[in-house]
Every structure is written in structure tokens, then in C-alpha cells.
């Protein structure tokens, strides 16, 4: 037997249980199966938000994916490296530049930025009004407008077990890793992850994990980075040469629904390079 958590629509936690056929190449299953779930969770009425994110910190996170005209790449990057810093930069705003790139492999002309708002939803709509009298940010986001095909964005939380995204030097490539899983299943998810992580630290790769709380929902973006191509695969590589890596992804995988991967390059003003 293996045992499964998942949320219900109100919240409340539930434990379930689904048989899994025996295996002879899976040894020692019941000891791996007790230690399974690395935090005990109660039964209780609770969003998987309080469950899973960090406690320690309020921070939100805005997830921007922007389509832009094939042609106006290059303007639109350059537009962008000279408004986003004066934001990242000016103390009277309550937001972080985490990152922006271009993507390199996956979605064609797109720009991805990252944004964190320390003080959470306050922040976020402090930061929103300032810039609705910026008069600055209002040409540029017109402007920026008149470049792109289609935007969206999502608000998130970072998961409790992951690395607290930083800058870091160069050169590096990032892959943005983003996972569509089936609803009541993030609470599941969490619990595999909080074990799982512990294989993909070797060589640094791991750069932060979310999921949201408002747009897409149950989505989950993995952050990693990498000095390039053959260093990823190298490093992913590596990970099935640890015991019990297979057995976490065994046990995600039919927790997704759809998946998809973006390898993306980081704009000089990136404080992820």
C-alpha cells in the first residue's frame, strides 16, 4: 500500500490509500514508504498555500510571460533594460527585480520576468498605484504595448523546501519548468518535492520553486540554472545515479497533467546571469 494526500475543496486535508502492484525491483518499499511524507500534517480546514509556503516570509511573486512581435524583440528588450532597473532600484517601491529573460528554447520571442513583492498583497498593490501616477512607466508601457502579440502573468508562493531565489553570477542558461497538475494534488506534490530536491543540489542548479495562487491555478514552476546545455544534461543525468530519485519521479509523474520546458537566456540587467 502507498499512501497519497490530497485537498478537498474546502481545504481539508485527506488521507487516502491506493494499492500499488509488488515489485521485486523495488527494495526496500515499506522502510522508503514510512518516510515518505517528510512533514506530518493533521487533518484540518486549511488552504495548501498556508500548508506549503514559507512561513518566514511574506513575499509574492509575479510571473510575466510576454509574446512579442518577431521583429520587435530587440527594441523591446532594450526598452525594458532601461525602465525595469529605475522599479527594481528605487526604494519607494516594495519589488524586486528577481530575474527577466529571453526565451531561447520553447515559446519563440517571449520575454519572462519575475517579480518579488516583499510585504505580499499589500506590496503588490502599493507598487501597482505608485505606478499608476509613474508617468514614465506609463509611456513605457505603452510603448511596450505596441510590441507585443499576447501577455499573462500569475501570482505566487514560494514552496517551504526550496532555495530562496538570489543573484547570482554568470554566464549561466535557466530552465523554467512549469507543471499543470490535477487538482487537490499540490499538497501530494509537496511532500515528494521536499525529499526529491535533496538530489538536484550537487552542482547548484536549483534556483527557486512556486506554484500559484492567482491566474493559472495548480501550476508549479521549477527555477534551475545551468553553465549550459551539456552541463543540464549532465546534471539531470546524474540525479538517476542517486537511490531512490526513481522512486519520486515514479510517484509525481501521474500527479501532472501537462508539462513544458523553457530554456531561456537572462537580459544583462537580470540579477539572475
Known sequence: MSARVGTAEAGLIVISSRTVASSPNRPREDSWLKSLFVRKVDPRKDAHSNLLAKKET???????????KPDCLEAYNKICQEVLPKIHEEKQYPCTLVGTWNTWYGEQDQAVHLWRYEGG???LTEVMNKLKENKEFFEFRKE???????RKNQLLLEFSFWNEPVPRPGPNIYELRSYQLRPGTMIEWGNYWARAIRYRQDNQEAVGGFFSQIGQLYMVHHLWAYKDLQSREDTRNSAWNKH????LVYYTVPLIQEMESR???????????
Open 58 to 68: 511574506s513575499s509574492l511573486y509575479k510571473l510575466q510571460f510576454h509574446n512579442v
Open 121 to 123: 498583497y499589500p506590496a
Open 144 to 150: 511596450r504595448g505596441n510590441m507585443l502579440l499576447s
Open 244 to 247: 531512490g530519485w526513481e522512486e
Open 263 to 273: 530554456i531561456m537566456i537572462p537580459l544583462k540587467i537580470s540579477p539572475l546571469q
